[in-house]
């Protein structure tokens, strides 16, 4: 369960203990008078945008506590099976995304330019983990399978249907 409590211990750190000291450092923007018109939709936007996320970041988790298929026979297969379940199958970094959309929907809400910044940082972050350090790995790790997956998956606009994954990795 170490991967669930490092995952745990990284969600709370970005998305409560820095923009609460974003929050008490900085405090909320004050708005130039023709935005402060703006005030309730950009806090129903930020709402909106902070549900989804913990909503796609929830998803992720309750997926790394349940069991996950096991390969029949370690010892004669060469690289370990691929498999895709629940939203990985519309989307290849849920977690990543779910983030960033609760760190929008704070500084949305708290109508704080200092917490869009944040956002904006783990995105640039999120991406450069992405392309440079994840998506290597896991090409070396399942080979063709991940490529016939980023075919299908997009990276960070969820696909409107779920992609259904050859029966090898279900």
């Not at 704070?106 to 940082?121: I, K, R, T």
Request: glycine fraction near 6%.
């Amino acid at each position: 369960m170490p991967r669930l409590q490092f995952s745990l211990a990284h969600f709370f750190t970005l998305t409560v203990l820095i923009p609460l000291g974003l929050w008490l450092g900085y405090g909320m923007a004050s708005l130039p008078a023709w935005l402060e018109q703006l005030t309730v939709p950009l806090r129903v936007l930020g709402i909106t945008s902070g549900a989804i996320g913990l909503w796609m970041v929830t998803e992720v988790l309750w997926l790394f506590m349940r069991p996950r298929p096991s390969t029949p026979n370690a010892v004669q297969t060469p690289r370990p099976i691929m498999s895709i379940r629940g939203i990985y199958r519309r989307l290849r970094n849920p977690y990543k995304l779910g983030v960033v959309l609760i760190l929008v929907g704070e500084g949305l809400f708290m109508l704080s330019d200092y917490m869009l910044s944040w956002a904006v940082v783990i995105f640039a972050f999120s991406l450069w983990v992405v392309t440079a350090l994840d998506e290597p790995r896991l090409t070396r790790l399942y080979g063709a399978d991940y490529h016939h997956y980023c075919q299908h998956v997009p990276r960070w606009l969820p696909r409107r249907t779920l992609w259904k994954p050859p029966q090898h990795m279900q």
